[in-house]
């Protein structure tokens, strides 16, 4: 009995299941690293805006110490006045 052409229908059967095996393989690395580039670029996005934000919260911080300064200077050049009126008075 020849088996042939069994066995031609097995491979190419074999064949076609590993192509699309393949393909399949080929499609989800291809995903994966459409995943990983949009994680990647989220990730710098979000870096980045914290950076920003980061940046803008020092100069805020910077701001309120320098108005402190300057109220702190007000408030001893007050005490200054009212201790030299005080004295004359």
């Known amino acids: 009995q020849d088996v042939s052409p069994n066995k031609a229908v097995v491979d190419k059967f074999v064949q076609e299941l590993q192509e699309a095996l393949d393909a399949d393989i080929k499609d989800r690395i291809m995903k994966d690293r459409e995943m990983q580039s949009y994680i990647e670029e989220r990730e710098r996005e979000v870096a980045e805006r914290e950076a920003a934000w980061k940046a803008d919260l020092s100069r805020r911080e910077a701001e ?26």
């Open 64 to 89: 309120i110490a320098r108005q402190e300064a300057r109220l702190k200077m007000e408030r001893d050049n007050l005490e200054k006045e009212k201790s030299v009126l005080m004295g004359t008075a």
